[in-house]
């Protein structure tokens, strides 16, 4: 544990130590990227980052409370949703912004790799599910304004919206292997907005009849 008490990894410092932050992250993300998170190393990482062994071992002591933090950071950095005034657009913008992350060089590899990991450790699973949680709460409100602008029916599930938008983009990008195109990332905001105008995702006694 950190002197303050929390998960290794998890404070956010600033100045010099910011730096090393910065400097491991990128390198931990880089070994993941490049060799998966089986054959991710504290030492290598360390030698990547050009940073003491010894400042990554007591900082983040395992390669989980690692990743749990690169999560963190990937949650910190990512960009804010789009606003056009209808629920189709919002969720489209969401959808491509879901492609271009998983079609992405780098980051498409990242998220296999962070998946990968959560499926065998707890720690890191639990990261992955708190990085989805934020996501989607930020995008949750294009979903809410749709209610109020009577798009949708009260009662609608913001959140279930939103998952439903990006499921089929990882399924493409995790089962199927079908192309992850723009197209797909269209059809895949289409269906959510047309399955919640429907009342898919409100309670019974909102749901249209």
């Not at 491991?24 to 062994?53: H, M, S, T, Y």
């Not at 065998?120 to 992955?128: F, G, K, Q």
């Not at 907005?193 to 749901?207: F, P």
Request: with cysteine; hydrophobic share 45%; proline share 4%.
């Amino acid at each position: 544990m950190a002197a303050d008490g929390a998960e290794p990894g998890t404070t956010r410092p600033g100045g010099r130590t910011a730096r090393v932050r910065a400097a491991v992250l990128q390198a931990a993300g880089d070994a993941l990227v490049e060799k998966g998170f089986a054959a991710l190393d504290l030492a290598d990482v360390a030698r990547r980052a050009d940073v003491g062994k010894t400042t990554v071992y007591r900082r983040w002591g395992t390669t989980a409370a690692l990743v749990a933090d690169l999560l963190i950071d990937m949650a910190e950095q990512s960009l804010p949703r789009t606003e056009t005034g209808s629920l189709l657009g919002d969720l489209q913008a969401n959808a491509r912004l879901v492609r271009r992350t998983l079609t992405d060089p780098r980051q498409g590899k990242l998220f296999k790799a962070m998946i990968t990991a959560a499926t065998c450790d707890e720690r890191t699973a639990a990261a992955l599910h708190r990085f989805y949680e934020t996501r989607i709460g930020e995008w949750a409100p294009c979903v809410e304004q749709a209610v109020q602008r009577g798009e949708l029916p009260a009662g609608t599930d913001a959140h279930e919206v939103i998952r439903a938008v990006s499921a089929p983009l990882y399924y493409r990008l995790l089962a199927s292997g079908d192309p992850l195109d723009e197209a797909a990332a269209d059809r895949a905001a289409a269906a959510a907005a047309a399955a919640a105008r429907a009342g898919a995702y409100a309670s019974r006694s909102e749901a249209p009849a």
